[in-house]
């Protein structure tokens, strides 16, 4: 892994998609190394384009973006599905052929270490399913079986959560713990504010930059109203203390 500089430098980002308007605009944030950031917003508050953008996907319109280092991605459940029949280990051994020179096929080593790497998201026994039969959450974990062998160092989850049931968010929440306990940046699209409390930054979007900063500083009343335009419900939390805002269920 490098180790300088941030993974992601984004300043004044404006993102759109060919021959229409930007649907992002004003976009400035900043991914470092061992950092867990949210990034939340409304349906079509843009979440999803800017990770179309930090994959380069998508050219910025104005402003600038720099991503450094090697990426790894873990799209939307309904958008992993390949229509091949290739095993969760083949999937996996695709992180190989993304780290090393594009002639060389994985042998005998890489994928003992893909096998590992299911290992440690718990699928070691499903190295040989066909990647389109397992479940969402499994497909997910094999998404970030094959980001560890890529050794990405920063790693994008794109509304990872939606439609996992409580032990498998909960094991998606102990993975990308460690992920950026190991020094990756890790960048996490939720609907989920009460999620996002408990990483290090926030980034709001709603077509375009509402905040960024600790959750702390940034998950205020008025940036959540201006995040999802008033949608918010409002649960207050001991007494007359600060009130703590939950995103709408999707729908
Ligand atoms: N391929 C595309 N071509 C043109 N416009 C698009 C395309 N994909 C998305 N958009 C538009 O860009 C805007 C932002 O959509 P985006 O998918 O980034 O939102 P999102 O925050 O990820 O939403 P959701 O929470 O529903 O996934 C929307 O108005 C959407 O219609």
Same mark, same amino acid.
């Given at each position: 892994?490098?180790?300088?500089?941030?993974?992601?430098? $984004?300043?004044?980002?404006?993102?759109?998609?060919?021959?229409?308007?930007?649907?992002?605009?004003?976009?400035?944030? @900043?991914?470092?190394? !061992?950092?867990?950031?949210?990034?939340?917003? &409304?349906?079509? !508050?843009?979440?999803?384009?800017?990770?179309? =953008?930090?994959? !380069?996907?998508? @050219?910025?319109?104005?402003?600038?973006?720099?991503?450094?280092?090697?990426?790894?991605?873990?799209?939307?459940?309904?958008?992993?599905?390949?229509?091949?029949?290739?095993?969760?280990?083949?999937?996996?051994?695709?992180?190989?052929? =993304?780290?090393?020179?594009?002639?060389?096929? &994985?042998?005998?080593?890489?994928?003992?270490?893909?096998? =590992?790497?299911?290992?440690?998201?718990? %699928?070691? /026994?499903? =190295?040989?399913?066909?990647?389109?039969?397992?479940?969402?959450?499994?497909?997910?974990?094999?998404?970030? $079986?094959?980001?560890?062998?890529?050794? @990405?160092?920063?790693?994008?989850? /794109?509304? &990872?959560?939606? !439609?996992?049931?409580? &032990?498998?968010?909960?094991?998606?929440?102990?993975?990308?713990?460690? %992920?950026?306990?190991?020094?990756?940046?890790?960048?996490?699209?939720?609907?989920? *504010?009460?999620?996002?409390?408990?990483?290090?930054?926030?980034?709001? %979007?709603?077509?375009?930059?509402?905040?960024?900063?600790?959750?702390?500083?940034?998950?205020?009343?008025?940036?959540? +109203?201006?995040?999802?335009?008033?949608?918010?419900?409002? *649960?207050?939390?001991?007494? /007359?203390?600060?009130?703590?805002?939950?995103?709408? +269920?999707? @729908?």
């Amino acid at each position: 892994m490098h180790d300088r500089g941030p993974l992601i430098d $984004a300043r004044g980002l404006a993102v759109g998609y060919p021959g229409g308007p930007p649907v992002l605009e004003d976009v400035t944030f @900043a991914v470092a190394r !061992g950092e867990r950031v949210g990034v939340l917003g &409304p349906n079509g !508050g843009g979440k999803t384009t800017l990770m179309r =953008a930090l994959l !380069g996907e998508l @050219a910025p319109r104005a402003g600038s973006l720099a991503v450094s280092g090697t990426t790894g991605t873990v799209p939307q459940t309904e958008r992993s599905r390949l229509d091949y029949p290739v095993s969760a280990l083949d999937v996996v051994l695709m992180g190989a052929l =993304a780290r090393g020179p594009w002639w060389r096929r &994985p042998g005998r080593r890489e994928r003992a270490e893909a096998l =590992a790497a299911l290992d440690r998201v718990g %699928l070691s /026994d499903r =190295a040989e399913t066909t990647f389109g039969e397992l479940s969402g959450g499994q497909r997910q974990r094999v998404l970030v $079986a094959r980001a560890l062998l890529q050794d @990405a160092d920063l790693v994008l989850f /794109d509304e &990872p959560f939606t !439609g996992l049931d409580t &032990p498998s968010a909960e094991r998606l929440t102990t993975l990308i713990d460690t %992920l950026a306990a190991e020094g990756r940046g890790v960048l996490v699209s939720t609907h989920d *504010v009460g999620q996002a409390r408990a990483w290090d930054h926030v980034l709001c %979007l709603n077509r375009r930059m509402v905040d960024f900063g600790p959750p702390a500083l940034a998950l205020t009343e008025p940036v959540l +109203a201006a995040t999802y335009e008033h949608a918010v419900i409002r *649960v207050p939390v001991d007494g /007359d203390g600060p009130r703590r805002a939950a995103a709408p +269920a999707r @729908a």
